[in-house]
């Protein structure tokens, strides 16, 4: 079953839409349209009657919703209409906290758990929060912004390799089409992430031919034919556009 993401001229390169209940990795530099595909992706889906979830582990949600709404998404009927669902999964420790707290603590109280890390969201806290969303609002698509942000338990290459198939292996149980907004700074270099997902998507802010261009790229998509060429990607008030190829 595939399901249209929404944005134009997308679709027509995966055959119609994405695979359905499978876990997608979109990455690219800041500027790119991450965060636009993901809203999009999400209010396409509220529009066929579908609840979409984006989870947000950087961003303040009122900002995201606020710079959203810029475009003619109907982001705040969708969001009244309980078909648009933003969740703050970042760290929840404001500054200052820890500064006070030092007033009271001698070096030799045991602090335990209670410090600035131990808020940073892990892969397994987060997949609890999300999983507790799709089971009470029956969440179809999801977005994941950042995977970039999420703290690993561990300094251990390897083990945060594990650690990280776990997370994606787990989110595919969810029944939720998902994806997963990633930073990108070297296309060259290929994360965990990206090979675990059934797709990866890149997305592309440079300077060619003495312009700054976004385009889009198909790296990887299982299931679909598709091709890896470039293609530009522009903004209108109706959200993202993909356009022809890069020539």
Not at 129 to 150: G, P, Q, T
Request: aromatic letters at 10%; a negative charge; glycine letters at 8%.
């Amino acid at each position: 079953m595939r399901i249209p993401t929404g944005i134009e001229g997308f679709d027509e390169l995966v055959q119609g839409g994405l695979l359905s209940e499978r876990v997608y990795v979109l990455s690219g530099p800041p500027g790119s349209g991450k965060t636009t595909f993901g809203v999009q992706f999400l209010a396409g889906g509220a529009v066929r009657g579908e609840v979409g979830l984006y989870a947000t582990l950087l961003e303040c949600p009122q900002n995201i919703i606020n710079d959203m709404s810029n475009y003619s998404l109907n982001i705040p009927a969708h969001i009244n209409g309980q078909k648009l669902l933003f969740a703050d999964l970042g760290p929840r420790m404001e500054y200052g906290y820890m500064d006070e707290l030092n007033e009271f603590i001698t070096p030799d109280y045991n602090v335990g758990r209670t410090s600035i890390e131990s808020e940073a969201p892990s892969p397994s806290m987060v997949f609890k929060e999300i999983a507790a969303y799709v089971s009470e609002y029956d969440v179809k698509r999801l977005v994941i912004d950042s995977v970039s942000a999420i703290r690993f338990t561990t300094n251990d290459f390897s083990l945060q390799e594990k650690e990280m198939s776990r997370f994606i292996r787990n989110l595919k149980k969810l029944g939720c089409t998902t994806v997963l907004l990633s930073e990108m700074t070297d296309p060259t270099a290929y994360s965990t992430e990206q090979f675990a997902a059934h797709g990866v998507i890149f997305m592309h802010n440079f300077l060619y031919d003495k312009t700054m261009t976004r385009a889009i790229q198909l790296i990887k998509m299982r299931g679909t034919r598709h091709d890896c060429n470039m293609r530009t990607v522009s903004f209108s008030e109706n959200g993202l556009k993909v356009e022809g190829y890069l020539e």
